[in-house]
């Protein structure tokens, strides 16, 4: 099909009089795919429903522009009248890089968000189309020009997640679109969307609204596909495929995640955006982004700009309804010196933060016994006496700096630094976090740092940081049903609540007024904080205070 074959079908629909922008989707289909063979234009109504763009073009099976088309003399394309078009408008502007919105005859191109050109092939006069066709070449240009765009290469932190933040902010939408449809559709079988929601609230979050399983769902992607490039050592070449095999076994939890929902059972309304997602860091190099990454001359950390800077740019609102405050280096420097002195002074173990004597412990295995007073059968572990937990642990600031305090001791002796970090340490480091973005950056955080001062890890072992709710009670361990990677997370959160003589409780809780933490447990020991108190002007409902209310309830 050429141009003018294309517009004069355009215009034999139009005259019709009954057309709507759905009348025209097989011409422009039909007119890409002829002038550029080597381009697949997929239109499909399944995915549109669901927040996808009308035309995304492929070449292979990379992702290499998107189309938006709307009725054609629609007036208002690029969203400045209708509330509707103007949320569409942006929110792809945002999320795409290489887009053009159209009404068939109109085309507007946006490169990286900014307007780049319009150019226009016909008009309406008399309720017929007119072609322009001194417009013709310039627009078939366009489109051949529009499939060969090739994305800067991406060199700054705030860059990268302001990008990242676009197009998870995008598969969060579609996430929750779909599964809300999967969810009102009770004819057919449980969806695999739907079967991760449920293990979700079944193992691990038991709360999670279909929302919030979309922001886990879209952070997961998102960052387990940073953490697999920044560990991949072929720079030109990437897929989520790849991505799968390349995050790091010390998150066991995040990989097993990602080979799950990014893998080859992928929901197809979600490929394409997760395909996009993969081309932006085809052009990142993330392993030179994050090069100063831990120095001890560097105040600003690039693992802070990414939480912070996607955290604000994704979703503000979930920032300030969970407390997300960045701590000052100096202020974290303090804390943790401190703990350590007051280790050394107070209870007497010399090496303070290092220390690694062991206490005994009583634990409830799961044999029945009559005998015992709490019907199970009990038995005697050692575990290391000096605790550590961060219960808000964010980026894992404050665990970071409990590593390089220690480390301090261990200059000059780096032969026995890494047997002591697999006996010593990475046994009593624990940290417990809620949202996933800076769930994954806590455990690259720690992996980059340990990686920079020479461990060599041997057996594989996981960081002891996971995704789980502080404020709730521990649960009953859970089975191995479905997804027992997920219940493997929850069971070893509930270890360290239910099981592990936490002895420093560090950290910097975050501050939230209006607490989104109301479960049973928590309210019931904060009530202790109420006792004959008329609470008329003093809150005590914020999360910082309930987390001081936890720290008290380890320590007690």
């Given at each position: 099909?050429t141009?003018?074959?294309?517009?004069s079908s355009l215009?034999?629909r139009?005259?019709?009089?009954n057309?709507?922008e759905?009348?025209?989707?097989g011409?422009l289909?039909?007119?890409i795919?002829?002038?550029?063979?080597?381009?697949?234009?997929?239109?499909?109504?399944?995915?549109?429903s669901c927040g996808?763009?009308?035309?995304?073009?492929?070449?292979g099976?990379?992702?290499?522009?998107?189309?938006?088309?709307?009725?054609?003399?629609?007036?208002?394309?690029?969203?400045?009248?209708?509330?509707?078009?103007?949320?569409?408008f942006d929110?792809?502007?945002?999320?795409?890089?290489n887009?053009?919105?159209?009404d068939?005859?109109?085309?507007?191109l946006?490169?990286?968000?900014e307007?780049?050109?319009?150019?226009?092939?016909?008009?309406?006069?008399d309720?017929?189309?007119?072609p322009?066709?001194e417009?013709f070449?310039?627009?078939?240009?366009?489109?051949?020009?529009?499939?060969v765009?090739?994305?800067?290469t991406?060199k700054?932190?705030?860059?990268?997640a302001?990008?990242m933040?676009g197009k998870a902010?995008?598969?969060a939408d579609?996430?929750?679109?779909?599964l809300?449809?999967?969810?009102?559709d009770?004819?057919?079988?449980?969806?695999?969307?739907?079967q991760?929601?449920?293990?979700?609230k079944?193992y691990?979050i038991?709360?999670v609204?279909?929302?919030?399983?979309?922001?886990?769902?879209?952070?997961?992607?998102?960052?387990?596909?940073?953490?697999?490039?920044?560990h991949?050592?072929?720079?030109?070449t990437?897929?989520?495929?790849?991505?799968?095999?390349?995050?790091?076994k010390?998150?066991?939890?995040?990989?097993?995640?990602f080979q799950?929902?990014?893998?080859?059972?992928?929901?197809?309304n979600?490929?394409?955006?997760v395909?996009?997602?993969?081309?932006?860091f085809?052009?990142?190099?993330?392993?030179?982004?994050?090069?100063?990454?831990?120095k001890?001359?560097?105040?600003?950390?690039?693992?802070?700009?990414?939480?912070?800077?996607?955290l604000?740019?994704?979703?503000?609102?979930?920032?300030?309804?969970?407390?997300?405050w960045?701590?000052?280096?100096?202020v974290?420097?303090?804390?943790?010196?401190?703990?350590?002195?007051i280790?050394?002074?107070e209870?007497g173990?010399a090496?303070?933060l290092?220390?690694?004597?062991?206490?005994?412990?009583?634990?409830n295995?799961?044999?029945?016994?009559?005998r015992?007073?709490?019907?199970y059968?009990q038995?005697?572990?050692?575990?290391?006496?000096v605790?550590?937990?961060?219960p808000?642990t964010?980026t894992g600031?404050?665990?970071?700096?409990?590593?390089?305090?220690?480390?301090?001791?261990f200059?000059?002796?780096?032969?026995i630094w890494?047997?002591?970090i697999?006996?010593?340490?990475?046994?009593?480091?624990?940290?417990?976090e809620?949202?996933?973005?800076?769930y994954a950056?806590?455990?690259?955080k720690?992996?980059?740092l340990?990686k920079?001062t020479?461990?060599i890890?041997k057996?594989?072992?996981?960081?002891?940081?996971y995704?789980?709710?502080?404020?709730?009670e521990?649960?009953?361990?859970?089975?191995?049903?479905?997804?027992?990677?997920?219940?493997t997370?929850a069971?070893?959160a509930n270890?360290?609540?239910?099981?592990?003589?936490?002895?420093?409780v560090?950290?910097?809780?975050?501050?939230?007024v209006?607490?989104t933490?109301?479960?049973?447990w928590?309210?019931?020991?904060?009530?202790?904080?109420k006792?004959?108190?008329?609470?008329?002007k003093?809150?005590?409902?914020?999360?910082?205070i309930?987390?001081?209310?936890?720290?008290?309830h380890y320590?007690d």
């Open positions: 099909m141009t003018p074959e294309y517009l215009n034999n139009y005259r019709l009089g057309s709507t759905h009348t025209f989707r011409d289909q039909q007119l795919e002829s002038l550029i063979p080597e381009i697949k234009a997929t239109n499909e109504p399944k995915r549109q996808a763009p009308d035309y995304i073009l492929t070449k099976e990379v992702p290499v522009g998107f189309i938006e088309a709307k009725d054609i003399g629609d007036s208002d394309l690029i969203g400045k009248k209708k509330s509707g078009h103007k949320e569409q929110r792809y502007k945002a999320s795409l890089d887009l053009i919105f159209t068939y005859l109109r085309f507007v946006y490169l990286e968000g307007l780049v050109t319009e150019i226009i092939i016909g008009e309406i006069v309720g017929s189309i007119k322009l066709p417009n070449t310039a627009f078939e240009n366009l489109l051949k020009d529009f499939v765009h090739v994305g800067q991406i700054s932190p705030e860059r990268l302001k990008m933040a902010r995008l598969l579609v996430i929750e679109k779909t809300k449809r999967d969810l009102d009770n004819l057919n079988p449980k969806t695999s969307l739907e991760q929601f449920d293990a979700f079944d691990l038991h709360d609204s279909t929302k919030g399983f979309a922001d886990i769902y879209a952070q997961t992607i998102t960052y387990g596909l940073f953490a697999a490039r920044l991949d050592p072929t720079i030109k990437f897929s989520r495929h790849e991505a799968a095999e390349l995050i790091p010390s998150n066991p939890f995040l990989r097993k995640l799950f929902i990014a893998g080859y059972d992928l929901d197809d979600l490929v394409w955006i395909d996009s997602l993969v081309d932006i085809l052009h990142s190099n993330v392993e030179e982004i994050l090069k100063n990454y831990g001890s001359t560097k105040m600003e950390d690039p693992i802070i700009h990414f939480y912070e800077t996607f604000s740019e994704y979703d503000p609102k979930l920032r300030k309804s969970r407390g997300v960045y701590t000052p280096a100096p974290v420097n303090f804390i943790v010196r401190a703990v350590d002195d280790l050394k002074t209870f173990l090496q303070g290092a220390d690694t004597s062991k206490t005994t412990i009583k634990l295995t799961q044999t029945p016994d009559k015992s007073t709490t019907g059968k038995v005697e572990q050692q575990v290391h006496k605790q550590i937990l961060d808000a964010g600031t404050f665990l970071s700096e409990v590593v390089k305090h220690i480390y301090t001791k200059q000059g002796q780096q032969g890494s047997n002591y697999e006996s010593h340490l990475l046994p009593r480091l624990n940290g417990f809620i949202l996933m973005a800076s950056m806590a455990h690259l720690l992996d980059l340990l920079e020479g461990y890890g057996s594989n072992q996981r960081l002891r940081i995704l789980t709710n502080s404020l709730e521990h649960h009953p361990d859970t089975g191995t049903l479905f997804a027992n990677w997920l219940s997370e069971n070893e270890h360290i609540k239910r099981d592990t003589p936490v002895m420093c560090i950290g910097n809780p975050p501050y939230a209006s607490s933490n109301k479960n049973e928590i309210q019931d020991l904060i009530s202790d904080y006792k004959n108190l008329k609470e008329r003093i809150n005590l409902d914020d999360d910082y309930k987390f001081i209310r936890y720290g008290q320590i």
